[in-house]
């Protein structure tokens, strides 16, 4: 067994940003409750409106720098140089000047158009124009991230996002209630300028020498981080497009019912083990930058993330499975009980993408935006694309989920071949045994639930999530010495 400290790191990282995540989905329903209560249906609109427009246009104008920098910065970090880290950071942040310029003098530009496209007038103008302070420290914000999590400063990142969220419900609050949709805007900027300075505070621990930058260290540094943001970018267009036509689909051909059934199945289900995806792209990602041209060290970093997150999402993903009846009633509502089977199904490819994740972060680390293009842009949008409208089209709901764990089945045989091929990249034994139990042990509860009466899933269910904990657990043990871990957390 390899040294545990690595294994720690990593559930360290995870439980960090799984707990700062769950914090965050408390905080986001409270503002939508305020929301809720204080502004209407119609406040509610104009400001979900708002917020995809502006998130849009940070997107387009952003680049996808904050992304491609956490890898450039890392390399940066890892290099030992301060004098280094300090000139790839300044490059960083004059990019993102310049992206904030741009997309702020669009915004005014445009504002007329885009109240005119949004609302069906030019009421909003005015506001769109005000917006672009929100635009740009959105921008802002994602740089001090992008800074933190390069510098893999874990608790400094998962501070940032929490304070962050407080503070925009804080602000949020008392400007619904006194102004109610006037309030919108004022709310929307100041919640943005206030997450923007929480995420300053935190950077600014970040030790930082003074240095110059030339033009052509601009220019040279500065496009290439753009050329690997942008081609992330084409891959997210690609993804939002492929949702639309999916949904669209479903709508045209089916019901508005059948949408909001497969949006909730698939929201519920993803959410179940957010906290780790989220953990893998603030701790994960950076780190795999930092030893990706290793390739022994590469295989280690890529095969211990995968272990950890597969032990931790495999005991949920199975509880959920058994118990989705349940989970419907409490988090859904009755009309929502036919979709059990579905989110069954959706159980099984959701392991599936839990063990395709690890993987499918190594071509973007290593910067080789050929790759990621065709294995996120091209590939999995095409099997999200084919494979949902021919199961919908064959079996309706169920074909969704049906479609959902062959999209994964045959990513993840792709995705190998070409990681081996190009990067060297291998299952090391203990990875590759645990795959084979989680996904088998799953199939089987999967078997047990599809066709035996409710008392039997419940009960034999029930036995079956006691051992996968069990498994989960004493093979977390074996990694990171557990119970010891946790008995160090109680004595202090």
């Known amino acids: 067994m390899a040294d545990s400290s690595s294994y720690r790191g990593i559930f360290k990282a995870t439980s960090i940003f799984g707990g700062v995540q769950v914090i965050n989905i408390v905080v986001t329903l409270l503002k939508g409750k305020v929301s809720a209560e204080f502004l209407g249906p119609e406040g509610m609109g104009v400001s979900a409106l708002f917020i995809s427009t502006l998130t849009m246009i940070t997107t387009l104008f952003g680049l996808g720098l904050n992304t491609s920098a956490v890898r450039t910065i890392s390399q940066a970090q890892a290099s030992g140089d301060l004098l280094t880290l300090s000139r790839t950071v300044k490059i960083f942040r004059l990019c993102l000047a310049l992206c904030a310029i741009a997309g702020s ?53 998962a501070l940032s996002s929490l304070t962050g969220a407080v503070a925009g419900l804080a602000v949020s609050v008392p400007l619904f209630y006194y102004y109610g949709v006037e309030g919108i805007v004022p709310a929307l900027i100041i919640s943005a300028l206030a997450t923007y300075a929480m995420s300053r505070y935190y950077a600014s621990k970040v030790m930082l020498v003074g240095c110059k930058v030339t033009k052509q260290e601009l220019t040279t540094t500065g496009y290439e981080m753009a050329k690997l943001g942008i081609a992330l970018i084409a891959a997210q267009l690609v993804g939002q497009l492929v949702t639309y036509l999916v949904n669209a689909y479903i709508s045209t051909t089916g019901s508005l019912d059948d949408v909001g059934f497969f949006q909730a199945g698939m929201g519920m289900t993803y959410h179940a083990v957010a906290m780790i995806f989220v953990a893998m792209g603030a701790d994960y990602y950076p780190r795999l930058a930092a030893v990706s041209n290793d390739v022994k060290r590469m ?113 993840i045989a792709v995705l190998i071949f070409v990681v081996k091929r190009r990067y060297g990249f291998v299952f090391l034994p203990d990875y590759r045994r645990m795959i084979g139990r989680t996904v088998l042990f799953s199939v089987v509860t999967l078997g047990v639930c599809s066709f035996c009466s409710t008392t039997v899933v419940y009960t034999v269910g029930s036995l079956l999530c006691v051992l996968a904990a069990g498994y989960s657990l004493y093979e977390l043990n074996r990694r990171i010495a557990l119970t010891t871990l946790v008995e160090s957390f109680r004595r202090k």
């Open 105 to 157: 003098l669009f915004l005014i530009v445009a504002s007329p158009l885009l109240s005119w496209y949004t609302f069906g007038n030019v009421t909003y103008s005015v506001s769109f124009m005000l917006l672009s302070l929100m635009l740009a420290a959105l921008l802002f914000t994602q740089g001090n991230t992008s800074l933190l999590q390069g510098t893999h400063r874990l608790k400094e990142t």
């Open 299 to 411: 295989n280690e970093t890529v095969n211990r993330q995968g272990e950890i997150v597969l032990l931790i999402a495999f005991p949920i993903l199975l509880f959920m499975m058994v118990f989705a009846p349940l989970l419907i009633r409490i988090l859904l509502a009755s009309e929502f009980m036919l979709i059990a089977s579905f989110i069954r199904l959706l159980c099984l490819g959701m392991l599936l993408k839990t063990i395709s994740y690890a993987m499918g972060y190594i071509s973007f680390a290593k910067g080789d935006r050929k790759a990621y293009l065709w294995l996120e842009g091209g590939l999995s949008n095409t099997l999200q694309l084919s494979l949902n409208i021919l199961g919908y089209t064959l079996y309706g709901l169920k074909g969704l989920a049906i479609s959902f764990v062959f999209i994964y089945l045959i990513y």
